[in-house]
């Protein structure tokens, strides 16, 4: 089971930080990601990572702003959201690729099998 935390309202420019806890499995070999879908909107890629070696991908639209990371001792993945916009407003999903796919797969939500409750993240203007 996978368990999203951290969203909330933030101010435009503003930071946050989600957190993405498994329980009953270890995540090593997998590839977990972050998804987010805003209002109207299809659910979009936003980052992963490579839990062996921790290997990142972020799509074009939060590189530079967003960091995604890994706790070992702890099986929780973060997402670090910088700089943070009103068009990051979404519902924030994480996922689990027990297989551990690479890019650009990692972009497919087809490539999860596995997925959080979402946790909402608001950006005000």
């Known amino acids: 089971q996978l368990q999203a935390s951290g969203g909330g309202l933030v101010q435009a420019g503003g930071s946050l930080r989600l957190s993405c806890a498994a329980s009953?499995?270890?995540?090593?070999?997998?590839?977990m990601g972050w998804f987010r879908q805003a209002p109207g909107k299809e659910r979009e890629f936003v980052a992963a990572?490579?839990?062996?070696?921790?290997?990142?991908y972020y799509a074009d639209s939060v590189k530079g702003r967003f960091t995604i990371s890994r706790d070992n001792a702890k099986n929780t993945v973060y997402l670090l959201m910088d700089s943070l916009k009103p068009e990051d407003t979404a519902v924030y999903y994480c996922?689990?690729?027990?297989?551990?796919?690479?890019?650009?797969?990692?972009?497919?939500?087809?490539?999860?099998?596995?997925w959080g409750q979402g946790t909402l993240v608001t950006v005000s203007s």
């Open positions: 990572i490579r839990w062996s070696g921790g290997v990142t």
């Open positions: 996922a689990a690729d027990p297989k551990g796919r690479v890019a650009p797969l990692t972009d497919s939500e087809m490539a999860y099998d596995y």
């Open positions: 009953g499995s270890f995540l090593s070999g997998h590839t």
